[in-house]
């Protein structure tokens, strides 16, 4: 599975460099990037997500489902307490020194050791390898994802909450609405779902050439910002090498325990090794591009943000087949 999942990532890289060359010669930016993110997060995601659940209605797989949100509520769960315990001990220091873009850093931190880009890498990465069966199960950990985000994640941003903004999320209600696609007691007619899914099989693509985008905008040649964005990984170095081995090794690793503890307390149910495998793959991507958005909404460092999603992004074509072979070593 793990060559599997290093061919599919590959594939996934050779359109992120075909993607940044040409947005470097056309000198995209952040115009373009947010439209691409729109036509993705609006358009595209939920499309995918609702044709994904139009099969047979199945009660066993519906439990199966049931078992995978359980399960990747377990998984965040385990990395909000990591990501809590590792800033606890720097609180009184930053209490001390005042320093507010620290801690705005830190807030940005958190999320990014704990939300993974199981969306716009998650999502073309195991259908690749798994296909739509593979999707399927990976709705149960996008769902918790949104959740928590809204929940969590902006409380440790903001200091606030804003519950309806998780009802207005699409990939939400896309869930939502794949939920009765997939137990009303008939397929949905061919010119409905048709062109849902044809949007929707857009996302591999269009969510590696985002990634391109976003690569060639962060050291574009525009005006000295290759001499910018130099300095400004030089700065960020440590605490961005810090959260990049956190949110590839250090959390993954952990997760790998809590997985093969599943494997064997579930081995009952037949589909196991494919719903853990898919959320171990989910729990391993890359700090998820909500960490970005986060920082220009919120107004925090998006530059810091931005760097934290490019590198990892890069870096997960070792670690993520890396930790495969792994799991399919002690599995």
Request: hydrophobic letters at 55%; a positive charge; one cysteine or more.
């Amino acid at each position: 599975m793990h060559l599997t999942v290093a061919r599919q990532l590959f594939v996934m890289a050779v359109i992120v460099v075909i993607s940044f060359f040409f947005s470097r010669k056309n000198k995209f930016g952040q115009k373009e990037s947010q439209f691409l993110s729109r036509i993705l997060l609006y358009v595209i995601n939920p499309c995918m997500i609702v044709s994904t659940f139009d099969v047979d209605f199945d009660r066993e797989k519906l439990k199966f489902l049931a078992l995978a949100i359980g399960v990747s509520f377990a998984f965040h769960l385990v990395m909000i307490i990591m990501a809590t315990l590792l800033f606890a001990r720097k609180k009184n220091l930053q209490e001390q020194s005042a320093l507010q873009e620290q801690k705005a850093r830190d807030a940005l931190s958190k999320i990014g050791i704990v939300f993974t880009n199981s969306g716009f890498i998650g999502i073309p990465l195991i259908n690749g390898v798994f296909g739509g069966e593979g999707v399927f199960y990976l709705m149960g950990y996008i769902l918790v994802f949104n959740i928590l985000l809204w929940f969590w994640g902006e409380w440790i941003v903001t200091g606030s909450m804003r519950p309806l903004k998780i009802l207005a999320n699409p990939n939400v209600i896309a869930c939502a609405a794949g939920l009765v696609v997939f137990c009303v007691p008939f397929r949905m007619p061919y010119a409905v779902i048709e062109p849902l899914r044809m949007i929707g099989s857009c996302n591999g693509a269009v969510s590696m050439m985002l990634l391109g985008l976003l690569f060639a905008s962060f050291g574009g040649d525009k005006s000295g910002q290759e001499q910018k964005a130099a300095a400004t990984i030089r700065a960020y170095a440590r605490p961005l090498a810090r959260d990049v081995a956190l949110r590839l090794l250090a959390c993954p690793l952990i997760l790998l325990f809590a997985t093969l503890f599943a494997l064997r307390a579930f081995d009952f149910v037949h589909e196991i090794k494919l719903i853990m495998s898919v959320l171990f793959i989910a729990a391993a991507c890359p700090v998820g591009m909500s960490v970005s958005s986060f920082a220009v909404v919120f107004k925090k460092d998006a530059d810091y943000a931005s760097l934290l999603v490019a590198v990892s992004s890069a870096a997960c074509i070792v670690t993520i087949p890396l930790l495969v072979a792994l799991l399919e070593a002690l599995a």
